[in-house]
């Protein structure tokens, strides 16, 4: 089953608020669903699933049975439920409507984290049937890739890819049955001057292509794992950000010459709408494009 289908195959096609399809991420899938009461069929999921409720009535109770283990849950905001891979989930029942965020990993993701750290042994199918407890550090990374579905930013691709790695090493490292060990082989670089200034010099390159994590990586010579890491560690921001830093100032530069509308430099900042770099811009700036332009000298 391809990463994009199994939430239709589990919920079906209605009732979807937003989707990552349209978006075409790579690296992993995202769904925000409006579940009205309902039960739901039994279902073997082929690739982890997460959900996250965003909203529901007061009185919402989630029940659901996997490989025999029943779970009651009182829905709220926050609350998190893992469908790991191979898992038979025999039934959920539903007795209100409830408002959840659907993130589904692929297989590769573990793979890729196994081998950004030393061959360690990473697999999706090693994660509890766990439902209704709190993490408030997946409830964030859910609400950035929320946000990103519902208002994408200039550098969405590496932010999504960024928030899918820390999305894995969080399931694996809080939850997993094959917990993180450290491995002897396992080694800590540091982004030297002569590999910064390749990355950088890409950025700059390709302030108006949609570059993801991966290409940036590649000029490093690291894993993905790895070079977000370093990244930070050296510039104080992770990739994504600053990338999004760098478009902004190009958007500056464009602003203040006077010779592109605002719309088209939106897009050549790789702003998916005028609306998103609007409020990217406010946010950075503390002023509109049309306001910045028209103080620029």
């Given at each position: 089953?391809?990463?994009?289908?199994?939430?239709?195959?589990?919920?079906?096609?209605?009732?979807?608020?937003?989707?990552?399809?349209?978006?075409?991420?790579?690296?992993?899938?995202?769904?925000?669903?409006?579940?009205?009461?309902?039960?739901?069929?039994?279902?073997?999921?082929?690739?982890?699933?997460?959900?996250?409720?965003?909203?529901?009535?007061?009185?919402?109770?989630?029940?659901?049975?996997?490989?025999?283990?029943?779970?009651?849950?009182?829905?709220?905001?926050?609350?998190?439920?893992?469908?790991?891979?191979?898992?038979?989930e025999e039934d959920i029942?539903?007795?209100?409507?409830?408002?959840?965020?659907?993130?589904?990993?692929?297989?590769?993701r573990f793979a890729e984290?196994?081998?950004?750290?030393?061959?360690?042994?990473?697999?999706?199918?090693?994660?509890?049937?766990?439902?209704?407890?709190?993490?408030?550090?997946?409830?964030?990374?859910?609400?950035?890739?929320?946000?990103?579905?519902?208002?994408?930013?200039?550098?969405?691709?590496?932010?999504?890819?960024?928030?899918?790695?820390?999305?894995?090493?969080?399931?694996?490292?809080?939850?997993?049955?094959?917990?993180?060990?450290?491995?002897?082989?396992?080694?800590?670089?540091?982004?030297?001057?002569?590999?910064?200034?390749?990355?950088?010099?890409?950025?700059?390159?390709?302030?108006?292509?949609?570059?993801?994590?991966?290409?940036?990586?590649?000029?490093?010579?690291?894993?993905?794992?790895?070079?977000?890491?370093?990244?930070?560690?050296?510039?104080?921001?992770?990739?994504?950000?600053?990338?999004?830093?760098?478009?902004?100032?190009?958007?500056?530069?464009?602003?203040?010459?006077?010779?592109?509308?605002?719309?088209?430099?939106?897009?050549?900042?790789?702003f998916s709408s005028q609306?998103?770099?609007?409020?990217?811009?406010?946010?950075?700036?503390?002023?509109?494009?049309?306001?910045?332009?028209?103080?620029?000298?």
């Amino acid at each position: 089953m391809q990463l994009q289908d199994q939430g239709a195959a589990k919920y079906g096609a209605n009732a979807v608020l937003a989707s990552s399809v349209a978006a075409g991420w790579q690296r992993m899938m995202a769904e925000h669903r409006h579940h009205p009461k309902a039960e739901i069929e039994s279902f073997r999921p082929q690739h982890l699933e997460i959900v996250i409720a965003t909203g529901c009535h007061r009185d919402c109770v989630a029940s659901r049975t996997g490989d025999r283990i029943r779970q009651h849950t009182n829905v709220e905001p926050g609350t998190i439920w893992f469908c790991p891979v191979g898992v038979h989930e025999e039934d959920i029942i539903l007795s209100d409507w409830h408002e959840a965020l659907h993130l589904y990993l692929p297989t590769e993701r573990f793979a890729e984290l196994s081998q950004a750290r030393g061959g360690a042994s990473h697999r999706p199918e090693s994660l509890p049937y766990l439902g209704g407890f709190f993490d408030e550090r997946i409830r964030r990374i859910g609400s950035g890739l929320l946000g990103q579905m519902q208002a994408p930013s200039a550098a969405g691709a590496v932010r999504i890819d960024t928030l899918a790695l820390e999305l894995t090493a969080r399931v694996v490292d809080s939850y997993s049955a094959d917990a993180r060990r450290t491995s002897a082989s396992e080694k800590h670089h540091r982004l030297d001057t002569r590999r910064l200034r390749r990355v950088l010099d890409f950025m700059t390159a390709h302030l108006e292509d949609d570059v993801g994590l991966e290409d940036l990586a590649r000029e490093a010579s690291f894993s993905t794992f790895h070079f977000v890491r370093v990244f930070a560690d050296t510039m104080g921001m992770p990739p994504h950000r600053y990338l999004s830093r760098m478009r902004l100032e190009r958007a500056k530069t464009l602003l203040s010459l006077r010779t592109m509308p605002i719309a088209e430099i939106a897009l050549a900042c790789c702003f998916s709408s005028q609306a998103n770099f609007t409020r990217a811009f406010v946010r950075a700036t503390g002023l509109t494009p049309k306001e910045f332009r028209r103080q620029s000298f």
